[in-house]
């Protein structure tokens, strides 16, 4: 049932793109964008039932559509060739040498964040008090406050 509702559907979709480019005429739109991205694992996956797929493949306007797509957004995953590695053979970390600062500036202002919206609504507070006897801690918080 499922599979033929899936063939079903990739059919329908097949009529509907017809000859054209995109199913919306000559740029691609957003239904284009969906329908890519689920045909193209489709059609490209190595699958263990291949039912679906070799539908697919019978519908030589959808596949001439996913290569289109490809090789135009994707041409290094498009049967063209792929981006090469960086000629120095650089690791991640050195192509960004500030990785490190910008990962511990997004903890700092993360950690700033956080105490100040605690300090502004309330959740901490810095109270100022006297000089106590020895031995004895100043109650810091309010709901101790309130008990005693």
């Known amino acids: 049932q499922l599979y033929r509702e899936a063939r079903e559907c990739l059919t329908l979709l097949s009529q509907r793109l017809g000859s054209q480019k995109f199913f919306f005429g000559?740029?691609?739109?957003?239904?284009?964008?969906?329908?890519?991205?689920?045909?193209?694992?489709?059609?490209?996956?190595?699958?263990?039932?291949?039912?679906?797929?070799?539908?697919?493949?019978?519908?030589?306007?959808?596949?001439?559509?996913?290569?289109?797509?490809l090789?135009?957004?994707?041409?290094?995953?498009?049967?063209?060739?792929?981006?090469?590695?960086?000629?120095?053979?650089?690791g991640e970390a050195e192509e960004d040498p500030h990785k490190r600062r910008n990962q511990l500036l997004s903890v700092l202002v993360g950690l700033v964040a956080m105490l100040g919206y605690a300090f502004l609504s309330g959740i901490v507070s810095i109270q100022r008090g006297g000089m106590e006897p020895a031995g004895r801690q100043p109650v810091a918080l309010e709901e101790e406050e309130d008990e005693e």
């Open 26 to 69: 000559d740029s691609p739109a957003s239904l284009d964008a969906l329908v890519f991205s689920r045909l193209a694992p489709l059609l490209k996956a190595k699958l263990p039932n291949g039912k679906l797929q070799q539908h697919l493949k019978s519908l030589q306007n959808l596949c001439n559509y996913c290569t289109s797509i």
């Open 71 to 90: 090789s135009l957004y994707f041409p290094w995953d498009g049967g063209e060739s792929r981006p090469l590695p960086h000629p120095t053979g650089l």
